[in-house]
């Protein structure tokens, strides 16, 4: 912007003073001339400028909008589902409410868990008797009504190698005399048949 207010003074020698305008108007016209082209161009440049940073600010203020409406909807659904829970009750044989509701149905659902596990250790022994280790044996048959603390050891190899001479239901029913019916097994048998489906279960299905 100096040099443009220079150029006049260059141009007729006068450094203070114009005496005659009627000489320099051409020199003005030249002057817009040579600096209009300059101009426009800087003004485009700067609508630009202007422009692309109007763009990042609203793209900025849209994603502050989308997290603040994030955060106002999941404060509000746990808030929503705060109530629902102190809200809870269910009935089995008393009334249980809100968080000590949910505990009695974390305990039925392990509990139930535990049974099917119980069940599908079952399953493996009987339809996978060759894939089970002798130690598993060894704990079935070493049950409290029978051997108390006893290893033996011969024995549960023969209850294995009985195992492999039937099928899969007969093994079943033979099962039952080492660790009771469904639903009937000591904590002990549950505790073994619970092992051999932790064990087993990716290796059989």
């Known amino acids: ?33 040579i600096t209009a ?5 800087l003004g485009s440049v700067l609508v630009f400028i202007a422009f692309k940073e109007q763009v990042k600010a609203n793209n900025l203020v849209q994603k502050q909008f989308i997290q ?5 909807l999941f404060f509000r659904l746990m808030d929503n589902q705060q109530v629902k829970i102190l809200n809870y009750s269910i009935n089995a044989n008393k009334e249980y409410k809100s968080f000590e509701a949910l505990d009695y149905l974390n305990k039925q659902l392990l509990k139930e868990m535990n049974k099917q596990m119980c069940n599908w250790g079952r399953h493996i022994i009987c ?3 060759e894939k089970i280790a ?8 070493t049950r409290d009504t029978v051997l108390g603390n006893a290893f033996p050891i011969k024995e549960a190899i023969q209850l ?11 093994r079943w029913e033979y099962l039952k ?11 002990k048998q549950k505790d073994v048949l619970e092992s051999i ?7 059989t299905i």
Request: with cysteine; charged share 15%.
């Open 68 to 72: 603040q409406n994030f955060d106002q």
């Open 160 to 170: 294995k190698n009985d195992l492999l001479t039937k099928n899969y239901n007969d």
């Open 197 to 203: 489906a932790n064990v087993y279960f990716y290796n």
């Open 177 to 187: 005399s080492y660790v009771g019916s469904t639903n009937h097994e000591s904590a």
């Open 134 to 141: 002798d130690d598993y044996f060894i704990r079935i048959y």
């Open 1 to 33: 912007m100096l040099i443009i207010f220079c150029i006049p003074l260059l141009l007729t020698n006068s450094w203070f003073y114009i005496k005659d305008f009627t000489v320099t108007g051409n020199i003005g016209d030249t002057i817009g001339g």
């Open 127 to 129: 339809k996978y008797t």
């Open 37 to 41: 082209p300059f101009l426009s161009v």
